[in-house]
């Protein structure tokens, strides 16, 4: 089964730092591009960033309110993407979903279309408050 | 950068076809056919039910299908089911390499 499980959430004050983890199984995982994509409470999507995969030199992309204070990784011998978020606000309060990028195989030929996501975890949820 | 623009709401009666729209600029929807349409019933995970603007992903119904003219994507329903009662959300890729989302459209199902 193809499957994201996300772990790592909970409630931190406001400059602190907290990783969030995001197991894969059921797929190639180091020939997939992963996203973590956020949700904050009663509203709606925000993508957050993006790291592709081996093939494309593991190149990450963020958002702009995210730029310089978060960090996408990833462990191929593992099966983990990890999001890193250093000073944290209460505007990044929110559901974080990992997310697998659309691959696509036609022939001998492999589509990357990492900016559309086909897996979705269930979601973990950050809470920043003093 | 501000969201892709969606209807806050759209509804329909079963069996009816329904369209709701996605506006961004030429920075983004206009300038690739990378526009993806996700549904979200209420307390679930998104699920990706168009993407590349009209592609289906395996297993999503024929129901759903998607265009594009200029700035401005568009989901259509046929065939409205009680179950599609869902927010929908658009996303396009964009020039700076990044990913945009809209507000979301809430499906009413009459």
């Known amino acids: 089964e193809v499957q994201l499980v996300e772990s790592g959430g909970g409630l931190v004050q406001p400059g602190r730092s907290l990783r969030l983890s995001c197991v894969a199984s059921?797929?190639?995982?180091?020939?997939?591009?992963m996203s973590w994509v956020r949700q904050a409470p009663g509203k709606g999507l925000e993508w957050v960033a993006f790291?592709?995969?081996?093939?494309?030199?593991?190149?990450?992309e963020y958002a702009a309110p995210v730029k310089g204070r978060f960090t996408i990784s990833r462990d191929d011998s593992k099966n983990i993407t990890y999001l890193h978020m250093n000073s944290l606000k209460t505007e990044d309060t929110a559901v974080y979903y990992c997310?697998?990028?659309?691959?696509?195989?036609?022939?001998?030929?492999?589509?990357?279309?990492?900016?559309?996501?086909?897996?979705w975890g269930k979601g973990t949820t950050v809470t920043v408050s003093s | 950068q501000s969201a892709l623009t969606q209807p806050p709401s759209v509804s329909g009666s079963p069996g009816q076809s329904v369209t709701m729209s996605c506006t961004g600029t030429?920075?983004?929807?206009?300038?690739?056919?990378?526009v993806s349409w996700y549904q979200q019933p209420p307390g679930t995970a998104p699920k990706l039910i168009i993407y590349?603007?009209?592609d289906r992903p395996s297993g999503v119904p024929d129901r759903f299908s998607g265009s594009k003219s200029g700035n401005t994507a568009s989901l259509t329903i046929s065939g409205l089911q009680a179950e599609d009662e869902a927010h929908y959300y658009c996303?396009?890729?964009?020039?700076?390499?990044?990913?945009?989302f809209g507000g979301g459209t809430k499906l009413t199902v009459l």
């Open positions: 997310t697998k990028g659309v691959t696509v195989v036609r022939g001998l030929v492999l589509y990357y279309h990492y900016y559309s996501m086909d897996v």
């Open positions: 059921g797929f190639t995982f180091d020939d997939s591009d």
């Open positions: 790291i592709r995969n081996k093939i494309y030199d593991k190149t990450t």
């Open positions: 030429s920075s983004d929807v206009g300038a690739y056919d990378r």
């Open positions: 590349n603007v009209n």
């Open positions: 996303s396009s890729y964009v020039t700076t390499n990044t990913v945009l």
